[in-house]
């Protein structure tokens, strides 16, 4: 399944297996159309519900682990009859009309976080030495 929205695109397969034959064969007339719905309708759920740049950043693992979840419950709320095993979020991209500034804005983050470990780190160097300064 491919989703398209103004601020993401992304890949997100979904593996199943089939738990119930009889369900999923008598109960619903295009079972795997109606797994790709239910699935697309809680990936958009999802999207618009996160924080951008977490999701594109350090989110992603959270992430398609909380649309297994939402997809298994969708998935047996209509008794599908499936097992929903993996969700994947693969060649997540924001549009490229923005993707320069997204890249500006994680490379500025990056850019910060390493000067605040740096700062820590020379924090705790500056730190050894005068303990040690005092031992002596």
Known sequence: M?????TV????????R?????AWARKHANPDELLERLATREVVRHLVSVDFFEFMSVGRKSAAEALRANIQKAADK???????????LQDV??????AEAFEAVIGAR?????????A????????????AQCWA
């Open 2 to 6: 491919i989703t398209h929205s103004p």
């Open 9 to 16: 695109t992304a890949s997100v397969p979904v593996q199943y």
């Open 18 to 22: 089939i738990k119930d034959i009889v």
């Open 78 to 88: 209509d008794e599908l009859g499936v097992e929903i095993i993996f969700v994947g």
């Open 93 to 98: 991209h924001p549009p490229v009309t923005v």
């Open 110 to 118: 990056q850019t910060r976080e390493a000067k605040i470990l740096t």
């Open 120 to 131: 820590q780190g020379d924090a705790a160097k500056t730190n050894a030495h005068k303990a």
